[in-house]
């Protein structure tokens, strides 16, 4: 059977997205459940995992109004394969992550399209250990099973199907982050209209098997999440999403505040003062914790290449080693494993933790950062306050066609820079710190015509001499 055009549309470097039902159908939802079980199961017996359990994929679902017609399209692919499905119902994509470890399966299959507005979904796939599946690391073949496979013809075999509630045993495994002592604090969660409205409750609230969390008071925004609408885009990287949270926050008087996600995998951290705290000094902030823990002692801690330099200084300081990664959740899990890092972070709000299989967890970010708040006895700017020690540009987007050739002439160009170093681990990297006080990262965009630059200097006045020299070779700047 020849692919569908559109089928080939929806696949993405690291996850599947469409908008529903014009790229994302029922039919392509089940076909891919069939692709997911065929890669996944046979993943586990090429590795000689054989257990029962290895039959099994976890499936679970954000809030989305496609998400219980996708989903259930996608479990009787699976079926239909011959795989069983574990159904765990409306979750956070975290937890699909933990249920894969918890029982030992196959791997899981999250339908969610994350942070994109209404209209879209998608799936988000991990195999055994909940290791991310992306381009690279199965998704084509997925995608080429799917393609090949037709509901018509096949002979279907029959998978079953059980649903398992697992709030429990997820509560009690997010829990064992918070460490507040009984400290009162007072903070704002805005769910985004995503998972956390589910989440949240039933791990921190009355909603839980544990009860709700000592001294621990939250103000809930935009927890509704029954009717696939969003009061503001579910995307906390955008400042003018944040802002509810950040006037609630002071309004309220309140410790902190969270903004979520769609699928409730990361947030932002807005101070007392309700300033939004950029994620590599979270990431800094969060290295010293762990590096601090008896286990945590003189390891790894693994970041985003392109994060402040403040992330390796303040690991160097805690006694441990910091490890720069590529951009991306499949590259930043896949250091984790490889240096048996204790803890990661990234830009944009996805933070790794040893003691969580490696994976990411928005809800676990925030325990960590509360339990560090209540530890410390310290406001959250406070702590932040030395960490914001030199100037960021943030992420500005140029316009250019010829990507490949804007590298290579600015290769040329620090190539004799004296006192510079260039590297290309993930697009080029000029660090001309130890002499002229400024780095860069400039990566390419992988769908369209852009290049991306992030820029750090130890004061503004050499941020901008460094931003005047490497934009006139970067293109058209989009974003201001």
Avoid at 3 to 9: A, H, Y
Avoid at 282 to 309: C, I, N, Q, W
């Amino acid at each position: 059977m020849a692919e569908k055009p559109m089928l080939g549309r929806i696949f993405k470097a690291y996850d599947i997205r469409g908008t529903y039902p014009d790229l994302l159908t029922d039919y392509m939802a089940w076909q891919i459940g069939f692709g997911c079980s065929k890669f996944l199961l046979g993943e586990a017996e090429a590795a000689g995992e054989t257990t029962p359990m290895m039959r099994n994929v976890v499936v679970g679902r954000d809030m989305r109004l496609s998400s219980p017609t996708l989903t259930k399209e996608v479990i009787q692919g699976v079926n239909d394969h011959g795989g069983d499905v574990i159904d765990i119902g409306m979750v956070d994509t975290s937890m699909v992550y933990f249920a894969v470890n918890y029982l030992d399966c196959a791997g899981g299959v999250m339908v969610t399209a994350s942070h994109n507005p209404p209209q879209y979904n998608g799936m988000k796939i991990s195999k055994r250990k909940a290791k991310p599946v992306g381009e690279a690391t199965g998704l084509s073949d997925i995608r080429k099973y799917a393609a090949m496979v037709d509901k018509s013809t096949i002979a279907k075999l029959t998978g079953r199907v059980q649903q398992r509630d697992l709030w429990p045993a997820y509560s009690k495994h997010v829990r064992s982050f918070l460490n507040t002592g009984g400290e009162k604090l007072k903070i704002v969660i805005d769910a985004s209209n995503g998972m956390a409205g589910t989440m949240i409750p039933k791990i921190f609230g009355k909603g839980s098997s544990m009860g709700e969390v000592p001294g621990l008071k939250i103000i809930e925004l935009n927890f509704e999440n029954s009717k696939g609408v969003f009061a503001h885009e579910p995307n906390p990287l955008v400042a003018a999403n944040l802002r509810q949270v950040q006037e609630a926050v002071i309004a309220e008087k309140a410790d902190m505040g969270f903004c979520y996600d769609g699928d409730a995998d990361r947030c932002m951290v807005i101070d007392e003062k309700g300033n939004a705290v950029g994620c590599d000094l979270l990431t800094a902030l969060m290295a010293k914790h762990f590096l601090a823990t008896p286990e945590g002692k003189g390891g790894t801690v693994v970041y985003d290449l392109r994060s402040s330099k403040v992330v390796a200084e303040e690991a160097q300081k805690a006694g441990g080693k910091a490890v720069r990664g590529r951009v991306g959740h499949v590259f930043l899990k896949q250091s984790m494993a490889e240096n048996g890092a204790i803890f990661g972070g990234e830009l944009s709000g996805h933070f790794y933790f040893k003691n969580n299989f490696n994976a990411d967890s928005g809800a676990i970010a925030m325990c960590t950062v509360l339990s560090i708040v209540a530890q410390t006895g310290k406001k959250l700017s406070t702590l932040i306050a030395p960490l914001a020690r030199y100037q960021q540009s943030g992420e500005i987007n140029f316009q250019i066609e010829d990507k490949d050739g804007a590298l290579a002439l600015l290769k040329a160009q620090y190539a004799k820079h004296p006192g510079c170093t260039i590297d290309e681990l993930d697009g080029v990297t000029i660090d001309c710190f130890a002499k002229d006080g400024w780095w860069a990262n400039i990566r390419k965009s992988n769908t369209e015509p852009l290049l991306r630059l992030n820029c750090e200097a130890k004061d503004k006045k050499t941020l901008d001499k460094a931003l005047a020299a490497l934009a006139p070779g970067l293109g058209v700047r989009v974003d201001h």
